[in-house]
């Protein structure tokens, strides 16, 4: 069964700062795997894709990496902003979850302005 | 393209009662998912349509939740004796059928059983 887990589960940085937030799942078998922001009360917003041939993707000041083999990803955001405040979450789909995307619980940022 | 549209944003209801929720996906979309979100958590899956099919539904799905997409376009999320556990975000989202397709979700209805 495919599971995917984010670590931190919350983070407070200060504005300006350059920070990782970290993805594993455990069935590598994926097709893609979608980083998504949510703010509070509202729906997900994808940030980027990163297709299971790719190894990274980039959006501004966001960049995604994707390691397959050893089953992980990884969120960079440089110079945050506090309008990066939000909930990211970390989805695959593929391996045993099958055509569903499974999600993370997600990593809460904070930045402090 | 105006994205994935959820109605309505809100509802509250008495334990016991019925609700069902609407989705309309993108409209080149073919399937269309259903995800159910609770405070602290990511998403989990209840179930998916390609066209008009519902192709695969999680166990989390009982007997009192009931989901259609009769034409292939917009989709229903019906929960019956609706129970407090039932208090959550459903999220609607489409894609096309590409398996590497990316997801697109809408803003959600948020259930709230009193």
């Known amino acids: 069964k495919q599971e995917v887990t984010q670590i931190p589960a919350a983070l407070s940085v200060p504005e300006g700062e350059n920070l990782v937030l970290n993805c594993s799942f455990t069935?590598?078998?994926?097709?893609?795997l979608q980083w998504f922001r949510q703010d509070p009360g509202k729906g997900l917003t994808s940030l980027l894709l990163i297709q299971s041939s790719q190894r990274e993707q980039t959006s501004g000041r966001l960049n995604a990496s994707l390691d397959k083999s050893s089953g992980r990803s990884t969120l960079y955001i440089a110079a945050s902003q506090p309008g990066d405040s939000a909930t990211y979450l970390c989805?695959?789909?593929?391996?045993?979850?099958?055509?569903?995307?499974?999600f993370g619980a997600g990593t809460r940022l904070f930045v402090k302005a | 393209d105006t994205g994935v549209s959820q109605n309505p944003r809100h509802k509250i209801t008495k334990r016991g009662q019925n609700v069902t929720f609407r989705c309309d996906p993108i409209s080149e979309h073919n399937r269309l998912y259903w995800y159910r979100q609770t405070l602290g958590q990511g998403p989990e899956f209840l179930t998916y349509f390609q066209n008009e099919a519902q192709l695969e539904k999680s166990r989390l799905l009982s007997d009192r939740f009931s989901a259609e997409r009769p034409k292939g376009s917009f989709s229903t999320l019906e929960i019956q004796r609706t129970e407090q556990g039932d208090s959550a975000m459903y999220l609607c989202a489409s894609s096309f059928t590409a398996d590497n397709s990316p997801l697109h979700f809408g803003n959600g209805t948020r259930l709230t059983v009193t």
């Open positions: 069935d590598s078998a994926i097709y893609n």
């Open positions: 989805a695959v789909r593929g391996g045993t979850g099958g055509f569903k995307t499974i």
